[in-house]
Structures are given as structure tokens and as C-alpha cells.
């Protein structure tokens, strides 16, 4: 949260580090922070889009 402060949710992207941690624990960690559904889509998805010019 205090990246997300710092920065903002237009400037952090979603990751994992596979095969070192479990995807699925991990995605149910995103879905469960406590920020607006904007800023999820922008961390786990738009950004990256973005990014990769998607």
C-alpha cells in the first residue's frame, strides 16, 4: 500500500514470482486488497496492456 501511495496505480503492475509462489494464492491476495476496482484493473491488467502496447 505504501508503493501504491507513493507511486499511484498507474505506475505498478501485478506480478508473481513463479514458479516460487502459487499463482492462485497469489491472485487471491490481489482480489482481496482493500482499493477501488480502478486501480485493481489498472495494477492487474491496464498497465501492463499499456506497457506492451496491447
Known amino acids: 500500500m505504501i508503493t501504491l501511495n507513493l507511486l499511484g496505480a498507474?505506475?505498478?503492475?501485478?506480478?508473481?514470482?513463479?514458479?516460487?509462489?502459487?499463482?492462485?494464492?497469489?491472485?487471491?491476495?490481489?482480489?482481496a486488497l482493500d482499493i477501488n476496482s480502478a486501480n485493481l484493473q489498472n495494477i492487474g491488467r491496464e498497465n501492463a496492456r499499456k506497457l506492451m502496447k496491447l
Open 10 to 31: 498507474d505506475r505498478l503492475l501485478f506480478s508473481t514470482d513463479y514458479p516460487y509462489e502459487d499463482a492462485v494464492a497469489a491472485a487471491q491476495w490481489f482480489d
